[in-house]
């Protein structure tokens, strides 16, 4: 069956992802010692994380669209120190900025020009990362996330929902991520293929073994050519 749609996870598949989130809590606690001082001295940088997490984990609605979730936290943040909603925007801004303020893989633009005219794209996340914040929306046919979709990785209804946008079939689009279980075993249960961007070179350890296991996106190219031999 020939490749027309290749989908990408974009955090640790584009882009390292972890210095990015820390550097955007410290920036979002350096604001906040700045601009709610009685807020700040009241946690460190590490238990103002724990009370976020506690209250995502606490928040039944919108549970897959973390900009929601943030906000919502915000929220509870500024109520319980007498702000009501005041710092719920502004904060979420200061976040958000840094959140897609992303050093992307060397081998990503070149990749992306180089599948373009061949292939439709695509990404699907479960964050909340902005392509076009970003400023490569515009490689892509379709840009999910899990807040659209209602659902996330490694739930079939994300990809289906990616899939529908595009009207192409999952035998014949091709998904490719960091994650074995959100990435590569949930587009092959859900029937598409899947390539696992592998940077350490782990052994596979799961079910359903990905299609191509490659080291970075710029090796995209030859593994897709590989499976449409
Ligand atoms: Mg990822």
Redesign the pocket.
């Known amino acids: 069956m020939p490749i027309k749609l290749v989908t990408f996870?974009?955090?640790?598949?584009f882009w390292d992802?972890e210095p990015v989130i820390l550097k955007a809590e410290s920036i979002f606690f350096a604001w906040l010692e700045c601009e709610y001082p009685d807020i700040a001295s009241s946690f460190t940088p590490q238990t103002i994380v724990e009370h976020r997490r506690a209250v995502f984990a606490k928040c039944d609605e919108n549970k897959h669209d973390f900009s929601f979730l943030r906000k919502r936290w915000l929220g509870v943040l500024g109520q319980e120190f007498g702000y009501g909603e005041a710092l719920v925007e502004s904060g979420f801004e200061i976040f958000w900025r840094a959140r897609n303020d992303v050093t992307l893989y060397p081998t990503v633009l070149k990749m992306l020009e180089k599948l373009r005219g061949s292939y439709q794209l695509a990404t699907i996340?479960?964050?909340n990362a902005d392509v076009y914040r970003i400023g490569i929306g515009h490689w892509f046919d379709a840009v999910v996330t899990a807040a659209d979709a209602n659902c996330a990785k490694p739930s079939g209804g994300i990809f289906d929902y990616a899939l529908r946008q595009l009207g192409v079939r999952a035998e014949e689009a091709v998904h490719v991520?960091?994650?074995p279980i959100?990435?590569v075993m949930g587009a092959k249960n859900h029937g598409m293929r899947s390539i696992w961007v592998n940077p350490k070179r782990l052994p596979w350890r799961y079910d359903g073994a990905p299609d191509a296991d490659i080291p970075n996106v710029g090796e995209l190219v030859s593994a897709l050519n590989s499976l449409s031999e």
């Open positions: 996870d974009l955090d640790d598949t992802c996340t479960n964050g991520g960091d994650d959100n990435d």
